[in-house]
């Protein structure tokens, strides 16, 4: 008989030690350690392969090879027929990759992951520790038809899990979620540091072994970060953010690692009550629809990764009535509105220090763009002086300290988005002209130096 031991694990890092620490010496967090209770491994080698089927096995050792030798052949991605998660993969599925999708309880990635298990045409193992197999068939007859050879099982324990995946032999496989699962090796509770980082290993290695993709379904926790910390992030090859507003009907999808892709692209979905629908065309959500002209609203020509983006920003500013006044922002790093608020103070005489000022983008949507920097000061101004601006007129360009306008990247695509979109005017850095030829344009251009500019420009 194993006998029982217990190691300890530090809740941020996931390092381990045999007795508890105060601080962590890998990452300097301190009271992180917990104790998990693990079982002594009987075998090592037997531990590691006991989904696999007992004869054969690896007896000879494993070679290097020459870079340039190494096959790429294999590596086809598998397209789905959703674009935007193509495009958030960096377009398509890469045989025998893990992939984590996390997101905060019940903001549809359950949804997300059954819409590909139906569309993809393939065959697909979906496993679920959470639904059972009639909860998943209903919400399968609201979301739509199946394409798929789709097999469901409704099991958490990891090596039924993948002694079914050997014999059933799917193209793709989804886990739903991984802190349900466990592994019958250990014998802590399922979702502990111990279990997720044991079951996500068997799991990358069944990925490695078979050349089948996983993605892995995992539970976010109040901070944001996904639960069973760090190193999850560091097994997996992929980590895809499902995030949005509840109340709120869209979603995007990031991408915060990726070893086959770039990770600034994002996908944008709308929840409706037949699923998950794409949006392909994000700019016409983004902006809000309205009659007439309100002071402070701006619209921004951003970038997430490729794609274009026209986002309005909307700005309040009003009269502080106690003494401290209060500022806030959604969608948008704080200190970079103190920022914006400090420059437009120093550099350009708008007073600011007397008044709250809240700020907004429309959609619920986070952007990190420097470019959209001037359409904030614009709101700003606007807002402050209440002079509204025209509905079509946007702006693209990052803002330094001394109140300069600074070019931003790819700006002929961001004004070729906007003239798509039928602006008439965008406000862009004069430094980042270059090879630019407004005749190519029915939008006209004009390049800033100085944030004071626009005070002539639109505000006078
Ligand atoms: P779900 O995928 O279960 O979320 P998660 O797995 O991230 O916890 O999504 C649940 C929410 O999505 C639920 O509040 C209802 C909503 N929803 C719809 O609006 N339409 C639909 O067709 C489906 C299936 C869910
Ligand atoms: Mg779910």
Redesign the pocket.
């Known amino acids: 008989m194993a006998k029982a031991r217990t190691i300890f694990f530090c809740s941020n890092c996931g390092a381990s030690s045999p007795k508890w620490l105060g601080k962590c010496p890998h990452c300097s967090e301190w009271n992180t350690y917990q104790e998990e209770l693990i079982q002594k491994e009987t075998s090592a080698e037997e531990k590691r392969r006991s989904w696999a089927p007992t004869t054969g096995g690896r007896a000879e050792s494993p070679k290097a090879t020459l870079l340039q030798q190494v096959q790429t052949g294999r590596t086809q991605r598998l397209k789905t027929p959703d674009e935007e998660l193509n495009r958030v993969l960096g377009g398509g599925i890469v045989p025998g990759s893990l992939v984590l999708i996390g997101?905060?309880?019940?903001?549809?990635?359950?949804?997300?992951?059954?819409q590909v298990a139906m569309r993809v045409p393939a065959r697909i193992l979906y496993v679920s520790g959470?639904?059972s197999e009639e909860q998943i068939k209903m919400?399968a007859d609201?979301?739509g038809e199946f394409v798929s050879e789709c097999y469901i099982l409704a099991e958490t324990n990891t090596t039924k899990i993948l002694q079914q995946a050997q014999e059933l032999q799917p193209q793709l496989m989804i886990v739903?979620?991984i802190q349900t699962m466990s592994t019958p090796h250990l014998e802590s509770a399922p979702g502990g540091i111990a279990q997720v980082r044991e079951c996500a290993g068997e799991l990358l290695r069944f990925a490695k072994e078979t050349n089948v993709p996983i993605f892995l379904?995992g539970h976010i926790n109040k901070d944001g970060d996904l639960a069973g910390p760090k190193l999850l992030e560091h097994i997996v090859d992929c980590v895809l953010q499902?995030e949005g507003d509840?109340h709120n009907?869209y979603r995007i999808l990031r991408t915060l690692k990726n070893r086959f892709g770039s990770t600034d692209e994002m996908g944008i979905y709308e929840?409706?009550?037949?699923?998950?629908r794409e949006v392909s065309n994000p700019s016409e959500l983004l902006l809000s629809q309205k009659d007439e002209e309100l002071s402070g609203c701006a619209v921004a020509a951003t970038m997430e990764g490729m794609r274009p983006m026209l986002i309005e920003t909307q700005a309040l500013v009003s009269k502080a009535v106690f003494g401290t006044p209060q500022r806030s922002a959604t969608g948008f790093d704080m200190r970079r509105l103190s920022m914006l608020l400090a420059v437009l103070e120093k550099r350009c005489g708008y007073f600011f220090s007397i008044n709250d000022v809240f700020l907004n983008l429309a959609g619920g949507i986070r952007v990190e763009d420097p470019a959209i920097d001037l359409a904030i000061v614009a709101s700003l101004i606007s807002s402050l002086s209440d002079v509204s601006i025209p509905a079509n007129i946007c702006f693209a360009a990052e803002v330094g300290l001394s109140g300069e306008i600074r070019a931003v990247t790819r700006l002929e695509q961001r004004i070729a988005e906007a003239d798509r979109l039928g602006f008439k005017e965008i406000y862009v850095s004069k430094y980042g002209m270059k090879g630019i030829d407004p005749k190519r344009y029915n939008i006209k251009i004009y390049a800033l130096g100085k944030v004071d500019e626009l005070r002539g420009a639109l505000f006078t």
Do not use: H, W, Y
């Open positions: 997101g905060q309880p019940g903001i549809g990635k359950s949804t997300l992951l059954l959470e639904e919400r609201r979301v739903d979620s379904i499902f509840r009907t929840m409706q009550a037949s699923g998950l």
